[in-house]
């Protein structure tokens, strides 16, 4: 979930509407940059950027068995730290722009995503300014999830048909997952459907 500029009573507010919806559907509600909010409200992980709190810390907060993924930007070196350390996924982009990541910092390229699933096991989400028409070379490359507001949102039939055509993405480039419920893209699977780490 992610919430910006608002305080904290409208963001557990939020959460505490939305967190039973997507759990009864088998998709994990992850809760962006606040660890410590997601701890308070038993979220089932967050999501820390680069200017959040140090995913040590995260960690620390929402214990070993929620998920914490790592903004890395276009950093294989930061992915790797972050996998080195027991992030859950890391988040590479932005990969185009995007109203809701506008002035990104980092510019990341398909051949990262390529490069990180060929020699990883940590899944990797991609973010910014994604749609169904420029998300296939992201899928196709490697992307495991893909972090999408407006594509969903501000689709001209709707957000389901938004998330069925993400969904459709998946399935041609031969990596859809198997659908619980109506699990939209971009969501991130419980830890028990994750590859272990030895």
């Not at 608002?6 to 967190?19: G, N, P, Q, S």
């Not at 559907?25 to 992980?45: I, K």
């Not at 620390?60 to 890395?72: K, Q, W």
């Not at 969501?187 to 030895?198: A, F, I, L, V, W």
Request: net charge negative; glycine share 10%; aromatic share 8%.
């Amino acid at each position: 979930m992610r919430l910006k500029d608002v305080d904290d009573a409208a963001v557990r507010r939020a959460a505490r509407i939305l967190m039973p919806i997507a759990q009864q559907r088998g998709v994990a509600f992850v809760m962006n940059d606040r660890p410590d909010l997601a701890a308070e409200l038993d979220c089932d992980g967050v999501h820390v950027g680069e200017e959040d709190m140090p995913y040590a810390e995260a960690r620390r907060l929402l214990g070993p068995d929620r998920i914490v993924g790592v903004t890395c930007g276009d950093s294989k070196d930061r992915a790797v730290a972050a996998a080195e350390a027991g992030a859950d996924y890391v988040a590479f982009g932005a990969f185009f722009p995007s109203g809701t990541k506008a002035g990104a910092k980092y510019r990341a390229r398909p051949e990262l995503l390529a490069d990180w699933s060929e020699t990883t096991v940590v899944p990797c989400c991609a973010i910014g300014g994604i749609t169904q028409e420029n998300c296939p070379p992201l899928v196709a490359a490697g992307a495991d999830f893909l972090a999408v507001i407006g594509a969903i949102w501000s689709y001209p039939a709707g957000p389901r048909e938004a998330v069925a055509d993400f969904n459709a993405v998946f399935a041609r480039c031969g990596r859809a997952y198997a659908a619980i419920g109506d699990s939209p893209v971009g969501s991130t699977p419980g830890r028990e459907n994750r590859p272990k780490r030895g």
